[in-house]
């Protein structure tokens, strides 16, 4: 099936009923190439290359150079094409508004597939894979969409999106169908198609540039194993393997591989090839790529090329396909041509099939006397065409880049040959076309083509790029505009000679001279600021300055552009609506006569009027793009921006005065341009007959309009004929003419593109191709020998430039020649007033005048003074700054030379031995050691905290106590009638039902959680399973490094700051050390000083005994010693000024003599120096050993002189002089062997100072190697620092965002499960609302059904309620209907039947409110705990995914972890050993080869075989716990079955009890909750009355109580008292009778009877007393038995809490009533039954 293309490709857009042809113009041929498009070459067959050239498809055989054409089908452009493998179809993928891929057959070239729907806006590249069955496309912006394409059968197969970026390529793998690569801007993305259970799914893997910086890839190659090699903008290339980049390969000595960006391209025999734009193609080694690896960590691989070819240095290769002939490729050169290639790299020379312009075209004009063309690009070169035979005729190049072209009208050339180009540098160049065939029979040269182009002369006028050339219309003057907002003019003839020029407001855009029907010759500049200028001509026979080239007072006019679009669509916008309005009214006016006439007199309300849009004026202001004259002072001007969519009339004001920066002019008419608005017009120009007007569009479109001769109002500007033919995004039309007989019409766009076209049909074509042809002008005469001097060098001065240089050189001359003469005449008075002073000098001195008689005037000594001192401040401030920058220096050389150490080095040289021991040359620590050491001291391991801090869930709070959930309502006073606090009372059974099942609930809650602690049966105990893991972390072995499972442990993990930690600590530790041994030399140092001092006052006493002693008794003097240099180096840095005063005269000589320069000439010098000083220090020890010399060789004088020569001692004599002999010689000796043990002490202090020196030198050996290490691993944590904080930042945030989610979830439970708890409650309550209900019925109630049907109504306000809900399913609806039918009752239910209790019915009336006030909440309270359920399930997933994510950070911070510990395990480590540490023997003696040895430290050996001990002795521990454990459970088992056999005893004991209680088995929660009756309630209101009534009569009988009981205790008090005096008066009678009988033994036989009265008269008194003694007890037993019965009458059972507040029992045994004993028996009964609480308790 083949598609028409003639229906398919896109035609030319007419304006409707308009009568022009849709063959208005006919295309002919393209004369461009868009090089800079990525991949626009395919090859079909060995001779046909296919490339885009706007909207069309160029076909050209390279052979014959015939063109074939192809348009885009969607007139929006084509975005990419590709060739099918077997050559047999082409694809081309356009652009537009849902664009087509459109599979073309070839030869045919029939539309052979469509495929629809694969992007929105363009495809950017297509591409078949290796077998030609599946097709991938890639859109651009805005979806990126990849697609896959079955495109026989036009279907998609997969499709996503490929990346947020540009896509630049797509390919498939020629090794492996099911991978794809995608390369584009900043990235590359590995694809594979991968079979899951739903289909093909598309699967992409972004490549990590990790080190490497981030690059676009334009090109790629993917190697047989999977490895992909892409290039890069730098030059080199990257191996991908995966997704990251394994290595970057480069060229030897960092070279790069191309110079630019380079591309692989293929895989040909074992080598891969690559192009760049260097214009080279070069050939690597495929095994030494594939196999390519780093040893570093640089990542970088070098290698050189096996084989190389260079094209072109100015060529930039940027696609390349391949022949089917061997080695044969066709290259695209970005700088314009098409190349064939022969890659056998035999010296094949390279052949460039097609030449073009490089990038947009900047300049076009035609001849006005023959078809030619001339175009000229940023290039550089400028080509001529010959349009009418297709064929291009001669090319010339320039260094810089053309900007601007115009073809020299007749009127300036005859003969039509002279083209003037503006280049970008500048410079204006006229270049004259001939046709050197003619010169070859003149001069007798020959050539090979037709036309040739030759400079006649270069000049430069501007600084800055040229952007516009016009000739006036008198071919008089020309002037040229550039972007140095300067006009140029000059004077047109043989030779052109500059007028002047103008400076304007903005950059020149364009120049336009006025016609000749003008009366005046004017010049029209366009300026890109938004200014239009018209200067008139200047006068080209005026003389030129002398001074500038700027013409001042040249008469001009202003114009500023200023918006008027947006008041432009406010009045056509209120003209819309005007005119709505009166059809509106005239509607209305119609209708109201119509309702007149019905006699209806509504009326409807007019609608509110919208705003009118704003005023807008754009700031920037919009681009200008083109301008022409159409009336003297008037012009049309075409804006680009918000201002398109008109043309614009336009005069000059009258008001010129005022400064054009602040000038502002709106159009006095305008003209709308249909469809311009996203689409302004960038480009305008008439045929020569001005009856085409042909526009050039922003979208590449060409436009044409037919006008009527003389418009120049452009009234008939309405219909017009338009194409679509450069590019749409990018070939703006910017340069269009029409031939010289208005029969061709020619483009130039941006894109490159240059396209002609026919106003005459191909037929008249045909047939005035036989006849006419174009033609090149003859040479002129002595063309050939004409050498002109071209403008080469950018940075030449332009003429304005020039003749300021020349000018201001001048000025220079004659300042100098100025200065020459005053300085000769001072020279010559100077040395007339020296004749004068010597002829002064000759005469005589009283004739001689004085020196201050010469003195004219002292005003010009005091003058000379003061200059003088001027000078020599201007001096000492001009020297100010030399002066600070050497103080600087020498402030510099102190810091690092000086003040950065902390100690010299001394050494202390041994007086005897050789021995010697140096300090260390210590530096200063940085300022910021402290720092550093405070922070890492402070700094806290945040991550591992991090880590360890995971958000514990908070507290469950969703246990409310009882008094808060279920508070009973407070109750009114007592006063409150009872028909008021019926309805309160009412809910007082449901409120204790509610706090039953509230303290029900709360033990089954506390049994929940109980049960919910309960350990699975096999899950482990979580002390054994940290006990465990600890094992497991530290069971003692030794965890070897560099093994290859090895993880980092938590609290070995290693960072930058821990490290640097470390090395400062080190760093510490070693300057302490150091300067601790520093300390020591420099006291050793200063106990010599002290020892030479003592030594030297011990050599003057010494001397002293000497000189009294005989010379043969003197013992040699020893060497006193001396301190060295090297001791005292701090005096190295003190210089005297003697020695300053000799380095500058050693400088001087040094300077003077010009021997030598700079640095080393200064080293020279302070060598010098320093020998100089050396000698002078030498001297000056020989005067010392002088001065000691001087004041031994006195001693032997003294000696001989003592005694006179010829004199005899006496004995007495001679024994004194032998005894002073003797103590002298003792002093002598004793000095001696005092000054010998002192060197002997300090040179043994030396030799051990020497020995701690050394072993500390070995020390600090070790610690400067561990330094070296740490410093090494420093550098491996340092390149790791970046990512592994990256990843520890990820870590912290998905912890952080766990924690904050774990939180949310834990209020979002807390606050559900008390939303449940209340639905509990709430149901609870409903439940317990049923049951009062029930109970208010009680039983046989014949109105039952009826208060059911009330108390279960429902009311009309929820039915509403849901009935304004618009999403009722209908269910909801048949459900409501069913409620409104039921609602047809109510009136029956809404008045008490009769018969029927009032009170009951009002009740159940109030019950009913209660229910569905409980409803409403329930509903309530359900749909926010749905809510907070939903909000639960959206937590739990979101931190499962963050879980997942900080897992996957956690694996990726240990791999990173373990790679530090494998990075920092290769660096070296240096460890001294000793023989006897080395135990890694074999067969008695240490290998050779220790490379398998383990170095490990004595300490951590000793632990592991300790280790292996305590392992022992805990198994044997762990062993005898665990039959301890097996026992304890056995016995656990044997106590849970006894307790599992006990419960059944205990339901049975319950069920016994619940039968003497109830009589029956009941629910017990039911029990609880049940709510009593009516009945009951009534009974227990009187119960609560009578109470209240007993409680008052009992409270007035406890007052009566506490009156008897004070009467009582008043009562006892006598009675005590009686008592005591009874008691008394007993003990008397004690003690009478006692009397008595002792009386009566004595008196026994006479008794008195009168004592026997008395007698019995107390007897009589005593029994009275006892009785009244009983009475009063019984009275008081009476009154509390009555009491206690009054307090207990009618009572209920107490609850056990309350029984002991009972009163005690009286237990009295004299009087017992009746009726005690039965109810202290009933009481006791009822005690001994349990109450259904403690049964509750029990079965729970």
Request: aromatic content about 6%; charged content about 30%; some cysteine.
């Amino acid at each position: 099936m083949y598609y028409d293309y003639e229906k398919l490709y896109s035609r030319p857009s007419i304006t409707a009923d308009s009568e022009i042809p849709e063959n208005l113009l006919h295309f002919l041929h393209s004369f461009g190439y868009e090089c800079e498009r990525r991949a626009n070459l395919q090859l079909l067959d060995e001779q046909t290359v296919t490339f885009i050239a706007g909207n069309l498809l160029i076909l050209i055989d390279v052979s014959t150079k015939e063109q074939r054409y192809l348009r885009s089908c969607s007139g929006g452009g084509i975005g990419s094409i590709t060739a099918h493998p077997s050559k047999k179809y082409f694809a081309v993928a356009e652009k537009g508004n849902q664009p087509y891929i459109i599979v073309y057959e070839y030869p045919s070239l029939r539309p052979y597939r469509i495929l629809r729907g694969g992007t929105v806006r363009a495809y950017s590249f297509v591409n078949f894979n290796h077998e030609g069955t599946v097709l991938a496309s890639v859109g651009s912006a805005p979806d990126y969409m990849l697609t896959l394409w079955d495109w026989r059968q036009e279907e998609v197969m997969l499709r996503c999106k490929a990346i947020s970026q540009e896509v630049y390529r797509v390919t498939f793998s020629p090794h492996n169908p099911g991978q794809l690569t995608t390369s584009g801007s900043g990235h590359i993305k590995f694809w594979n198609m991968a079979s899951t259970f739903t289909g093909l799914k598309l699967h992409g893997l972004v490549g990590r540039y990790g080190k490497t910086a981030v690059t676009d890839i334009e090109g790629y190659v993917e190697l047989p194993d999977g490895k992909v090699v892409s290039g890069s903008e730098w030059g080199n290339l990257l191996l991908w393997e995966g997704d990251l980049i394994k290595v970057q390969i480069s060229r030897k000595d960092g070279r790069t591989c191309h110079a630019g960006t380079v591309q692989p391209f293929a895989l040909d025999e074992e080598q891969l090839m690559t192009f760049g734009s260097d214009g080279a193609v070069r050939g690597w080694d495929l095994q030494g790529i594939d196999a390519a690896d780093c040893d570093d960590d640089s990542g970088m691989f070098e290698m050189e090329p096996i084989n190389e070819m260079v094209i072109g240095h100015n060529v930039n290769l940027s696609s390349v396909v391949k022949s089917s002939l061997p080695d044969i490729w066709f290259a695209q050169d970005s700088n314009g041509g098409i190349w064939k290639l022969n890659l056998s790299f035999l010296n094949n020379e390279p052949e460039c099939l097609f030449s073009f312009h490089a990038g947009a075209i900047q300049g076009m004009d035609v001849s006005r006397l023959s078809y030619l063309m001339a175009t000229t690009a940023l290039d550089g070169s400028l080509k001529v065409f010959d349009f009418l035979s297709e064929k291009e005729l001669t090319t010339i190049q320039f260094k810089q880049g053309g900007t601007a072209l115009r073809w020299a009208p007749p009127l300036v050339n005859e003969s039509g040959g002279l083209l003037v180009i503006g280049c970008e540098d500048g410079v204006v160049r006229l270049l004259e076309l001939y046709n050197p065939q003619r010169l070859h029979g003149v001069i007798g040269h020959s050539s090979k083509g037709t036309a040739e182009l030759r400079l006649k002369q270069a000049f430069k006028p501007h600084s800055a790029p040229v952007t516009a050339i016009a000739y006036d219309r008198n071919g008089e003057i020309l002037a040229t505009g550039s972007s140095d907002c300067t006009v140029f003019f000059f004077t047109v003839g043989e030779k052109y000679h500059p007028i002047g020029f103008i400076s304007v407001p903005g950059p020149v855009q364009m120049l336009e001279w006025s016609p000749h029907s003008h009366s005046t010759n004017t010049l029209l500049i366009l300026c890109l600021s938004g200014h239009v200028v018209e200067v008139q001509s200047p006068d080209s026979e005026a003389e030129n300055p002398s001074k500038t080239y700027q013409l001042s007072g040249l008469p001009s006019r202003y114009f500023r552009f200023r918006s008027i679009k947006s008041r432009i669509k406010r009045e056509e916008e209120i003209a819309r609506r005007q005119a709505i309005k009166e059809k509106k009214k005239k509607e209305r006016e119609e209708q109201l006569e119509k309702m007149k006439q019905q006699g209806d007199d509504d009326t409807e309300e007019l609608p509110e009027e919208e705003m009118l849009p704003p005023i807008y004026i754009p700031d920037p202001p919009s681009p200008v793009h083109c301008a022409f004259y159409s009336q003297p002072g008037m012009f049309w001007l075409c804006m680009g921006g918000f201002d398109s969519g008109f043309l614009y009339h336009c005069k000059f004001s009258e008001k010129q005065e005022e400064d054009p920066a602040e000038h502002h002019d709106e159009p006095f008419d305008f003209l709308p341009v249909h469809n311009t608005d996203d689409d302004p017009i960038c480009s305008v120009t008439f045929s020569y007959n001005r009856q085409l007007m042909l526009c050039g569009m922003h979208s590449g479109t060409i436009r044409v309009y037919p006008l009527q001769p003389g418009d120049h109002s452009l009234a008939s500007m309405q219909a017009y004929w338009a194409l679509s033919v450069h590019d749409n995004q990018y070939g703006h039309l910017q340069h269009i003419r029409c031939s010289f007989d208005d029969q061709f019409v020619l483009t130039a766009g941006d894109d490159g593109n240059i396209f002609s076209f026919s106003l005459i049909s191909p037929d008249e074509l045909q047939k005035a191709l036989q006849v006419k042809k174009a033609k090149v002008p003859s040479p002129r005469a002595a063309l050939e020998t004409e050498d002109i001097e071209d403008i080469e060098d950018p940075e030449a001065l332009s003429i304005e430039m020039a003749k300021q240089r020349a000018e201001k050189d001048h000025m220079l001359k004659e300042a100098e020649w100025k200065k020459a003469e005053k300085l000769k005449k001072l020279a010559e008075l100077r040395k007339k007033y020296r004749d004068l002073l010597d002829i002064n000098h000759s005469l005589p001195e009283y004739i001689c005048l004085k020196p201050a008689e010469l003195q004219l005037d002292l005003r010009f000594t005091e003058e000379a003074a003061r200059v003088t001192a001027q000078r020599v401040r201007e001096a000492r401030r001009e020297q100010a700054w030399l002066k600070e920058q050497n103080r600087m220096k020498l402030q510099k050389l102190h810091d690092l030379f000086k003040d950065s150490l902390e100690s010299d080095t001394v050494t202390v040289f041994a007086i005897r031995s050789g021995h010697r021991v140096s300090s260390y040359r210590l530096t200063v620590l940085t300022e910021h050691f402290p720092q550093l050491k405070q922070q890492d001291k402070h700094r806290g391991y945040d991550a591992s905290v991090h880590r360890e801090s995971i958000a514990e869930p908070a507290e469950d709070t969703s246990v409310i106590e009882e008094k808060e959930v279920l508070t009973p309502a407070a109750t009114g006073p007592e006063g409150v009638k009872t028909a008021s606090r019926q309805a309160e009372r009412s809910f007082k059974p449901a409120e204790k039902a509610e706090q039953a099942r509230a303290r029900i609930e709360k033990r089954k809650r506390e049994w929940a959680q109980f049960y919910a602690q309960k350990p699975d049966e096999n899950s482990e105990d979580p002390e054994y399973a940290q006990a465990i893991r600890d094992a497991m972390e530290n069971m003692g072995d030794f965890k070897l490094k560099t093994a290859q499972d090895y993880t980092v442990p938590e609290h070995l993990r290693m960072n930058v700051e821990k490290k640097r930690a470390e090395l400062l600590l080190l760093e510490q530790k070693i300057q302490e050390k150091k300067t601790e041994m520093n300390k020591r030399i420099t006291a050793l140092r200063d106990t010599k000083v002290r020892l030479l001092s003592q030594l030297h006052s011990q050599a003057r006493q010494l001397l002293r005994v000497q000189q009294r002693l005989a010379t043969n008794l003197c013992r040699p003097v020893p060497i006193l010693p001396k301190m060295l240099p090297g001791e005292t180096p701090e005096k190295r840095l003190c210089c005297s000024r003697a020695t300053l005063e000799r380095y500058r005269d050693l400088r001087a000589k040094r300077i003077h003599n010009e021997e030598l320069e700079g640095q080393e000439g200064t080293l020279i010098l302070l060598e010098e120096l320093e020998r100089e000083m050396e000698g002078q220090e030498e001297e000056d020890e020989e005067e010392e050993e002088e001065e000691v010399d001087e004041i031994l060789w006195p001693v032997v004088s003294v000696i001989d002189t003592d005694v006179e020569p010829g004199v005899e001692l006496t004995e007495l004599e001679k024994e004194v002089l032998k005894e002073e002999e003797i103590r002298l010689k003792y002093m002598q000796d004793c000095l001696l062997e005092q000054m010998e043990n002192s060197v002997q002490q300090f040179d043994a202090e030396l030799l051990l100072l020497r020995h701690d020196k050394l072993t500390l030198d070995c020390q600090m050996k070790l610690a400067d190697l561990r330094h070296i290490t740490l410093f090494q691993e420093l550098l491996i944590l340092t390149q790791f620092e970046e990512k592994d904080n990256i990843l520890q930042e990820k870590l912290n945030a998905c912890m952080d965002e766990e924690s904050n989610i774990t939180a949310k979830l834990n209020k979002c439970n807390e606050q559900l499960e008390l939303k449940q708890t209340e639905i509990a409650n709430l149901q609870k309550r409903e439940k317990a609302l049923v049951a009062t209900f029930q109970a208010s019925l009680g039983k046989n109630n014949e109105f039952a059904d009826f208060l059911t049907k009330v108390f279960e109504k429902r009311a009309k306000r929820d039915k509403k309620n849901q009935m304004d809900k618009e999403e009722e399913d209908s269910d909801e609806d048949s459900a409501e209907e069913e409620d409104w039918e039921d609602d047809e009752d109510e009136d029956e239910v809404d008045s008490c039947p009769p018969n029927c209790d009032p009170q009951l019915f009002e009740k159940v009336t109030q019950l009913h409110e209660c229910r569905l006030d409980l409803d409403a909440l329930l509903a309530e309270e359900k749909k926010c705990a749905d809510a907070l359920k939903e909000e639960c399930d959206t937590l739990v997933k979101k931190r499962e995914v963050v879980q997942s994510r900080r897992k996957a950070a956690e694996g990726e911070l240990a791999l990173i972890n373990r790679e530090k510990q494998q990075k920092m395990n290769d660096l070296d480590v240096a460890i001294p050993l000793r023989l006897h540490q080395i135990e890694f023997v074999s067969n008695g003696r240490v290998s050779s080869n220790l490379s398998l040895a383990l170095v490990m430290n004595r300490s951590v050996l000793h632990r592991l075989q300790e280790r292996i001990k305590e392992l022992q002795v805990e198994t044997s521990q762990e062993r005898d716990r665990t039959c301890q454990v097996r026992k304890r459970r056995a016995e656990l088992a044997h106590e849970c079955k006894e307790m599992k056999a006990k419960i059944p005893v205990l339901e049975e004991r319950c069920k016994e009890l619940m039968m003497q209680k109830f009589g029956k088995l009941v629910d017990l929660e039911a029990v609880l909750t049940l709510a009593e009756n009516p009945t009951l309630d009534k009974l227990r209101e009187e119960q609560r009355l009578r109470r209240a009534a007993h409680a008052k009569e009992i409270k007035d009988w406890k007052a009566k109580e506490e009156e008897a009981r004070n009467a009582l205790m008043l009562v006892t008090k006598g009675n005590t008292e009686r008592l005591r005096r009874m008691n008394n008066l007993l003990c008397e009678k004690k003690a009478l009778e006692d009397k008595i009988i002792t009386q009566q033994k004595k008196l026994v036989a006479h008794r008195n009877p009168f004592q026997d009265q008395r007698r019995q008269v107390a007897r009589e008194e005593i029994e009275r007393l006892q009785k009244l003694v009983k009475a009063r007890s019984e009275q008081i037993e009476a009154l509390s038995t009555e009491i206690w019965a009054l307090s207990h009458k009618g009572g209920r059972v107490l609850p056990p809490s309350q029984l002991n507040l009972l009163p005690p029992i009286p237990t009295t045994t004299h009087h017992t009533h009746t009726n005690k004993p039965g109810r202290l028996s009933n009481r006791k009964q009822r005690r001994i039954l349990p109450t259904a609480r403690e049964l509750s308790d029990t079965t729970a």
